[in-house]
């Protein structure tokens, strides 16, 4: 299918014409096996540096306190828990892991639960009326963030939910609501309307026809929308950072006010970094089969 | 078959957290080394409470923060402290003060803000309070300029915990080493770090907190305030930035700059302490209450051979290049928290035995308590408190140092000439002293 | 579908947008025209605030900064996020792991992998990769306070977060595209290059359009990554539009919230034109359909 692949596609070809292929087709192949090794080299290498800022702050996080930002570099060194125990011992590090969690699970349910009859209804209601609401989303969608959340903060204030894990929740739903629905518009786009007409015909109403057709045949988007759901709400900060404070504060905010620590306390930031993104690099290991069929299946088609 | 692995691998994560979260205790110690159990009889408020406090962390302010929390935290009331730094807490100062309500109830402030929260009336008075649990915390023994430091127009809006001056933190190995004596003026200054620089182990000897969005506006002051003068000429309110004075300030921290690493300008005070920490300097001058850390043997390697000293003067024969800071609890006029009750809470983490505990991280603000044999650098702060410029208690400071810092940045690496860069401070410092009215 | 269901199914979707998007929208504006703080009501000052904001230079300068970074890394990220997904394609029994790796910078949260990333460069912390450098060449390079090493650093972060959501997207498409197509041009005796340029790239262009928009999006708001890399960003002119923004309104002491929402009114001006041939090609489909 690629060019590594065709390398080895070219071995199972008709054995008719096999002598003269071989005999046509060696310094090529040869070439090709280079090209590949070259690919596979540049492959690793990426991987090396993408993943080296997290392995850098693993490694901080697991020295001594004495060893961790020491200059040069420490790079052999006997693994502590010291700086996880105390983060976890001395600072409310679980409650601002559960309201970064409480925040993303809300945020993603919610967003589905309003996001899908949406989608669906852009899907089969084609016209300026459904070209209006797409172009509004895309709009939203590229809104600088600080022209909504500053006056969130303003009125969050004023309404007296500033602070507050369902407030943050509200402002993440809105703000994601434009890509919840574009992704999921072009998922039901996938689905024939045929299927509407003949369960309708069956006498199923539209919101039955939703909830016992199109949802069991949306299983694949919906799980994409949701991890990129999750993944938004899980990773925000800015939104985070003006409408929290105290009470609902979530991890990101929480390390960014770390950064200016001295030495004990700026070890457990590095530490709490690695506690936040061990369960993402989890579900990303995952979840990516579903965020490459999922994106494959509709949403890019936009 | 991968798909399965990693399902189970995630699932195992899931235990393992839900064990952690169960098992060890979580947010069970309150950073209990440096709390100290003080007696802080209150009267139980009828209902539950929950009092938010705001306080940076640093081995200095940490002890009075914790005593409070573990101490105070007991019937209807409830203590919260999240950890945070500098930063974080002067940008939710400003936050927290704006507005008909807050998020904190209590606040660490210090001298250099007081005057201009203060004159907002953004701040209670504590007068009366002090009036009336004077004796019950015995605050008499409170130090009477730290008290005046953290007044406005003769009310009082900060109760002092501790005061912080600049210190000179050297390493006394290197000194020794090349027979070098801790400087007492910028030229010495020049010359020490001239010699180490020399002898080739240390390439830049010298790290100073001149971070150019905050720090360096406060060693522009200290500069400013080692010849006698201040940001403003208090008689005719006209700034002085075009003045010899403040040429002098300008020339002569520029001249530090061939000493110091090149990023200096990117350093904040917990950056100076990783210069140190790592032997890329033998020299810093911060805050006291900084210093602690430096002597501890967790941190550095190097921890058993800082020595310290009071900081240069920048001219000979002037004040030193330094600063005196009280540090101190306010509590803000919108805060919907009984004003009495807080003030209890604060005046209890002051008493003297939590001042006591917390030397000699810091320098309590009680009459008397430091001495040579508790604190390291108790001669050298001392010394320090002695010879610290005038106090200049105006409400127009804390913005004229934010107003200009990134200027003084730009002269101080060359980005632009001095008089270019006094000419821009004066035109901020018109524009600040307009806006006062 | 009838017009009452299509307005019953959209409903709350699109109230939980016209509530808390444009309802802080107009806010926005409304502030845009006035002298204001938190919590209480504003003056009316006509155009001064955007009179104020075009004077600036500063504001000026964000803008170019912005749009340059923008442009920069989205060339980047698409040429190396194809090349990527063309090879994890080509990958067999490696790829989960592979594609694992590869998304750890974009599941963790902006501002801490620039955290991360800013320390590998700070000797202060370690700095490996100043270590590294200075082992190879014995220079030392000012990453946070010289402006092309610090716009260097910014960008390298921006792309590193960015990658594997623009590669993810390729390769998706990538796995569109048909076999026969390319077992076609193989027997024409396309090269690889050919095959790429006349046969791939063609069939996966809006694949390729979708990511171009939405990395222009993301870059254009461009915010928590300066936080940790540019300590600076004010004196060097590194100031993102959106970091701007915040100084102005949120950190600065002063609070200018008028001022900062005539920048936010001004921005979204730059970004609608920036979307227009986006929003005419969703105009001309729903003509068609």
Redo the contacts between chains.
């Keep these: 299918m690629s060019t590594l692949t065709t390398a080895d596609s070219g071995t199972a070809r008709p054995l008719d014409a096999a002598a003269e292929v071989v005999a046509r087709r060696l310094p090529r192949g040869r070439r090709r096996t280079t090209a590949a090794v070259l690919g596979g080299l540049f492959l690793a290498a990426t991987c090396v540096i993408m993943f080296a800022p997290f392995l850098w702050t693993i490694m901080a996080s697991t020295k001594t306190t004495r060893e961790a930002f020491a200059n040069p570099p420490v790079f052999l060194y006997e693994p502590t828990a010291t700086a996880f125990v105390d983060l976890w011992q001395t600072t409310d590090f679980y409650l601002y892991l559960i309201n970064t969690l409480v925040v993303a699970v809300i945020t993603t349910v919610v967003a589905l639960l309003v996001g899908l009859p949406c989608a669906y209804a852009l899907s089969r209601f084609p016209g300026y009326v459904s070209a209006g609401l797409l172009i509004l989303a895309l709009v939203f969608r590229a809104l600088p963030r600080f022209a909504v959340v500053l006056p969130m903060y303003d009125i969050s204030r004023a309404l007296g939910v500033y602070d507050t894990t369902y407030a943050l929740a509200a402002a993440l739903i809105a703000i994601n609501q434009p890509f919840t629905i574009w992704l999921l518009r072009n998922f039901f786009a996938e689905i024939p309307r045929e299927l509407d007409e003949a369960a309708m015909v069956d006498g199923c109403t539209r919101l039955q026809m939703l909830r016992k057709v199109m949802i069991p045949l949306m299983g694949p988007g919906i799980l994409t929308a949701g991890i990129f759901t999750f993944l938004f709400g899980f990773q925000e900060y800015l939104t985070a950072a003006i409408l929290t404070d105290t009470t609902s504060k979530t991890v990101p905010v929480f390390i960014a006010t770390q950064l200016g620590q001295t030495l004990p306390m700026l070890q457990q930031a590095a530490a709490a970094t690695v506690l936040l993104t061990i369960p993402v690099i989890g579900i990303a290991f995952v979840a990516q089969k579903y965020l490459v069929a999922g994106l494959n299946s509709g949403a890019v088609k936009g | 078959m991968f798909d399965h692995f990693w399902t189970k691998a995630a699932a195992g994560c899931l235990v393992a957290v839900s064990l952690l979260l169960t098992g060890c205790g979580a947010g069970s110690r309150t950073a209990a080394n440096t709390a100290t159990e003080v007696a802080c009889d209150f009267t139980n408020p009828p209902e539950p409470v929950t009092v938010n406090v705001l306080a940076y962390n640093s081995s200095a302010v940490d002890p009075f923060t914790n005593t409070m929390v573990a101490s105070c935290s007991h019937d209807n009331v409830t203590l919260e402290h999240d950890p945070i730094d500098f930063a974080g807490q002067v940008q939710k100062t400003t936050a927290t003060l704006s507005g008909d309500s807050g998020t904190y109830d209590i606040i660490e402030s210090y001298s250099f803000v007081i005057p201009q929260y203060g004159s907002e009336g953004k701040l209670e008075p504590l007068d009366p309070y002090i009036e009336e649990f004077g004796d019950k915390y015995g605050l008499d023994a409170i130090n009477q300029e730290m008290l005046d430091s953290l007044s406005y127009e003769g009310k009082v809006y900060g109760l002092p915990m501790q005061a912080q001056m600049l210190v000179l933190a050297y390493r006394e190995d290197v000194f020794d080493e090349l027979g070098l004596q801790p400087p007492t003026t910028f030229a010495e200054l020049r010359e020490v770090s001239q010699a180490i620089q020399d002898a080739g182990e240390i390439q830049y000897p010298l790290a100073l907190p001149w971070l150019s969005s905050s720090d360096i506006g406060t060693a522009y002051k200290a500069a400013l305030g080692s010849q006698g003068v201040d940001y403003v000429d208090p008689d005719t309110r006209e700034p002085l930035f075009t003045s010899e004075e403040s040429r002098t300030a300008l020339e002569e921290m520029k001249s530090l700059v061939p000493y110091m690493d090149p990023q200096v300008t990117t350093f904040d005070q917990p950056k100076v302490q990783q210069q140190l920490f790592n032997g890329d300097a033998a020299m810093g001058i911060m805050f006291s209450g900084r210093m602690v850390d430096l002597t501890k043997d967790t941190n550095t390697e190097h921890a058993g051979d800082f020595a310290f000293a009071a900081p240069p003067a920048v001219l000979e024969g002037g004040r030193q290049y330094g600063a005196l800071s009280v540090d101190g609890w306010s509590i803000p006029v919108n805060t919907q928290v009984d004003k009495r009750l807080l003030f209890e809470l604060i005046a209890a983490s002051v008493g003297e035995d939590a001042s006591r505990a917390s030397i000699p991280a810091a320098y309590p603000a009680r009459e008397g308590l430091v001495t040579e044999e508790n604190s390291p650098y108790a001669t050298a702060a001392n010394e320090a408190i002695q010879n610290v410029p005038e106090p200049a208690p105006f409400p127009w400071v804390a913005k004229m140092s934010s107003g200009t810092s990134e200027v003084v940045a730009q002269v101080v690496t060359g980005a632009i000439p001095v008089e270019e860069g006094q000419r821009q401070m004066q035109e901020i410092g018109e524009q600040v002293m307009a806006e006062q009215g | ?1 009838r017009r009452r ?2 307005v ?3 409903l ?3 109230l ?2 016209f ?3 444009l ?3 107009y ?2 504006v409304e ?1 845009s025209f006035e002298r204001v ?4 009501a504003g003056t009316f000052v006509g155009l001064q605030n955007y009179l104020a904001a075009l004077t600036e230079p500063r504001f000026g300068r964000a803008v170019v900064f912005t749009v340059g970074l923008t442009l920069v890394v989205t060339v980047v990220t698409i040429c190396l996020g194809y ?2 997904a ?6 067999g ?1 490696m790829r ?1 792991l ?16 620039a ?3 800013s ?2 460069f700070d ?6 990769a100043n ?1 590294l450098l200075g082992r190879l060449t014995g220079g ?1 390079v ?4 010289d402006l092309w090493p610090n716009r260097l650093i910014i960008a390298l972060n921006v792309i ?1 977060s960015m ?2 959501f623009v590669m ?2 390729i ?7 048909s ?1 026969e197509t ?1 077992e076609a041009a ?1 027997i024409d005796g396309a090269g ?1 290059l050919g095959r790429h340029w006349h046969v791939i790239i063609p069939s996966i262009r ?2 390729l359009g ?2 171009v928009l939405i990395s222009t ?1 993301d870059v ?2 461009t ?2 990554n300066l ?2 890399l540019a ?2 960003a ?2 060097l002119g590194n100031e993102s ?2 970091l701007y ?2 100084n102005v ?5 002063a ?1 200018d ?1 008028g001022l ?2 005539a920048i ?2 001004l ?2 001006l730059i ?2 034109v ?2 227009y041939p ?2 005419r090609s ?2 001309k ?2 003509k068609e ?1």
Excluded: C, K
Excluded at chain 3, 142 to 145: E, I, Q, R, Y
């Design positions: 579908m269901e299509f019953a199914l959209t709350p979707s699109v939980v947008m509530g808390f998007m309802v802080p929208l806010r926005t502030w703080s938190y919590g209480q090349l990527i063309t090879l994890v394609n080509g990958l029994r989960p592979v594609l694992g790796i590869l998304l750890v910078s974009y599941v963790i949260p902006h501002v801490v992998g955290v991360s990333f320390w590998l000797s202060n912390f370690g700095g490996v270590f030392d000012l990453w946070f306070t590193w990658l594997p993810l997207m390769l998706a498409g990538l796995q569109g595209v076999r390319l193989q690889t809006g694949v979708f990511a999006m254009l708001r915010f928590d936080i940790p300590p600076q004010v004196g539009i959106m923004i915040y309104a949120f950190r600065e002491g609070e919230l900062g929402s936010s009114v921005t979204i970004i609608l920036l979307l986006s929003i969703i105009l489909e729903a359909a």
